[in-house]
């Protein structure tokens, strides 16, 4: 689950030295020593996201002795760093603390000599090599680039709801459903996926209530057709979240009705927001093809139209949307630029992928 922070801008990732050799993660919010390198700006490869998917690129590359540069973005983590507890990230049986999991992985990729830096790339020239990236007044340049940004979920922008995310509120089923064993929750859209959303949850909430602002679902006809005939699923048509209930938990929420404007309270445990995700695309949009939905295609594996630009993780993939899949994406798209790299003479074949 999320911990309402209401986003990760500002937050510090979190990466110390111990003794000048080891990183090791620290709580967040610890100050981050500036790296000795913050000024190298070139780089074979350059990764755009500090997520799961660029942060796994790096640790790839740096192996490869890629001497990888992260612009990791001011939400440094990526989706994670809003989770609380990550019960289906392979290797942590007792399930880990979402920013821990992105502490960990940013301090693996440090320790192959990745840098990693925490800003926004504004602007890209992808139109010759060496590539350009500019990002916080610095003009990066890099043989090759993985395009590692991600996507956002996007929430009501109601202040109740931020402030009780991971405290009931969530973006995330597959995610944070477990959670919610015979308990009743609230899913709010009326798209396709949302009504996957009710469907998943219906494995293990009780109730499942799709509040919906319409008098018809978005959806596929098959997918409405599953979710009207779930005996878990009920519908409140015309309704709208105008307010997320509770204390320190989600006690319950309360709906206006879009026809007559009667407002009444809908108790529930939990609240999933499904009314979509946006891809962060908006920089690469000019250089990179986009699917009907928005996010980077992709030509041959992770490689993008543009030779030396490869993708990776949530901002192509609307699909699967995990942490584990977004890793694994990195390590292809890392495996692949080094390939890239190898074959124009400017790395030693296959490093990254030996183990
Ligand atoms: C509430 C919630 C709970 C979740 N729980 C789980 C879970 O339990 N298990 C699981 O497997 N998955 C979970 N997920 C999904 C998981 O977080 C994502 O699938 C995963 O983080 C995607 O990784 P990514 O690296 O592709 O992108 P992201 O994590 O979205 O990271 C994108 C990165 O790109 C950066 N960025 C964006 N634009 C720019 C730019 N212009 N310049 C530089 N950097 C930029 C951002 O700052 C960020 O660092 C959850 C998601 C949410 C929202």
């Not at 959303?197 to 799709?210: Q, S």
């Amino acid at each position: 689950m999320d911990q309402g922070t209401g986003g990760t801008r500002g937050i510090t990732p979190l990466q110390i030295m111990s003794d000048g050799e080891q990183p090791v993660a620290a709580p967040v919010g610890t100050p981050v020593p500036a790296p000795a390198d913050e000024q190298r700006t070139d780089a074979r490869v350059v990764i755009v996201g500090s997520g799961p998917a660029g942060l796994t690129a790096a640790i790839y590359a740096a192996r490869a002795n890629l001497e990888p540069i992260v612009l990791g973005g001011y939400e440094a983590g990526g989706q994670l760093m809003i989770t609380s507890e990550v019960e289906n990230f392979p290797g942590f049986p007792e399930g880990i603390q979402g920013p821990e999991l992105m502490d960990r992985m940013r301090a693996q990729a440090t320790r192959f000599g990745a840098l990693v830096l925490d800003v926004d790339v504004e602007r890209v020239d992808f139109s010759r090599r060496p590539f350009r990236l500019w990002a916080g007044g610095v003009e990066y340049t890099a043989q090759t680039v993985i395009v590692a940004s991600g996507a956002s979920a996007i929430w009501l922008e109601l202040e109740s709801e931020t402030r009780l995310r991971g405290r009931g509120v969530s973006a995330c089923a597959t995610c944070d459903g477990f959670f919610f064993r015979d308990r009743k929750v609230v899913v709010v859209g009326g798209g396709d996926s949302a009504l996957e959303e009710a469907l998943f949850l219906t494995k293990y909430a009780r109730e499942v209530v799709v509040v919906h602002r319409r008098d018809q679902f978005r959806g596929s006809r098959i997918m409405q057709e599953r979710a009207l005939s779930n005996p878990r699923i009920r519908v409140a048509w015309n309704s709208q979240v105008v307010e997320v209930l509770g204390d320190q938990q989600v006690s319950g929420v309360r709906l206006r009705d879009t026809v007559t404007g009667e407002e009444r309270v809908e108790p529930t445990d939990g609240v999933f927001v499904a009314i979509g995700h946006r891809p962060n695309t908006g920089v690469f949009r000019d250089w990179l093809d986009t699917d009907p939905k928005g996010y980077l295609s992709v030509h041959e594996e992770t490689a993008t139209r543009i030779e030396g630009v490869f993708v990776a993780g949530d901002v192509r993939d609307h699909r699967y949307r995990q942490a584990i899949t977004a890793a694994g994406d990195g390590c292809r798209a890392a495996i692949d630029a080094e390939h890239w790299l190898a074959e124009h003479g400017l790395a030693e074949p296959a490093t990254a992928s030996a183990w």
